[in-house]
């Protein structure tokens, strides 16, 4: 049986830490104790922080986007290009786009991708909300921003078939990114160059 080092509270705050990606219980330590240590310059304003988000997170009704605002701040950019829609798996790889500067567009977030052996279906998934937005005049373009994996791929040929109606160009990602690859663990060169050289579906 391990033995503490510490108290309940700071046991607690180790091991909520511990579960936050990219952190083990080693690294959690770390952190705490770090905390501890600034807990004037940051520990306070962290949890003020954490607070503050927590109070104001939403879903945007329009792309699925997190945002402190509904719409978000994306969606009510007005120096976007209304035109293209980019659809992104998840909140990340919309971040991993923005990033990268790679393109001025609207998003649309998906919830994540199709995966049978995980029972992700369409109805999971915001893949409705997305053929509706294409069918809006204002749009010409929907590029299918996803992970070049074998479920990334599935979804990417499910919602073309959907779009078919849709006076749309659909198009995907340059095949810059490597197969099997996670659209948020590319590099912002290789990412901005899969967007420009986007290929027609
Ligand atoms: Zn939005």
Same mark, same amino acid.
């Given at each position: 049986?391990?033995?503490?080092?510490?108290?309940?509270?700071?046991?607690?705050?180790? @091991?909520?830490?511990?579960?936050?990606?990219?952190?083990?219980?080693? =690294?959690?330590?770390?952190?705490?104790?770090?905390?501890?240590?600034?807990?004037?310059?940051?520990?306070?304003?962290? =949890?003020?922080?954490?607070?503050?988000?927590?109070?104001?997170?939403? $879903?945007?009704?329009v792309?699925?986007?997190?945002?402190s605002?509904?719409?978000?701040?994306?969606?009510?950019?007005?120096?976007?290009?209304?035109?293209?829609?980019?659809?992104v798996?998840?909140?990340?790889?919309?971040?991993?786009?923005?990033?990268?500067?790679?393109?001025?567009s609207?998003?649309?977030?998906?919830?994540?991708t199709l =995966?049978?052996?995980?029972? *992700?279906?369409? &109805?999971?998934?915001?893949?409705?909300?997305? $053929?509706?937005?294409?069918?809006d005049?204002? $749009?010409?373009? $929907?590029?299918?921003?996803?992970?070049a994996t074998?479920?990334? @791929?599935?979804?990417?040929?499910?919602?073309?078939?959907?779009?078919?109606?849709?006076e *749309?160009k659909?198009?995907?990602?340059?095949?810059?990114?490597?197969?099997?690859?996670?659209?948020?663990?590319? &590099?912002?060169?290789?990412?901005?160059?899969?967007?420009?050289?986007?290929?027609?579906?």
């Open positions: 049986m391990p033995t503490s080092v510490a108290g309940p509270e700071i046991e607690r705050l180790i @091991q909520l830490l511990a579960r936050l990606p990219g952190l083990g219980p080693r =690294s959690a330590r770390r952190a705490a104790l770090h905390l501890i240590k600034k807990r004037e310059q940051l520990m306070a304003p962290l =949890s003020a922080a954490l607070q503050r988000v927590f109070e104001t997170i939403q $879903v945007c009704r792309c699925g986007n997190i945002d605002q509904n719409p978000c701040t994306v969606c009510t950019d007005g120096r976007r290009d209304p035109s293209i829609i980019v659809a798996a998840d909140v990340a790889d919309l971040w991993a786009l923005e990033r990268a500067h790679a393109i001025n609207r998003y649309h977030v998906l919830g994540g =995966s049978p052996l995980e029972g *992700v279906g369409p &109805d999971d998934l915001t893949i409705d909300a997305l $053929v509706s937005r294409a069918h005049s204002v $749009v010409k373009e $929907v590029i299918l921003a996803l992970n074998v479920d990334g @791929q599935t979804t990417a040929h499910y919602i073309t078939d959907l779009l078919h109606n849709a *749309v659909v198009t995907r990602l340059a095949h810059g990114v490597p197969v099997g690859g996670e659209l948020d663990y590319l &590099d912002e060169g290789t990412l901005a160059a899969a967007i420009r050289q986007r290929t027609l579906i």
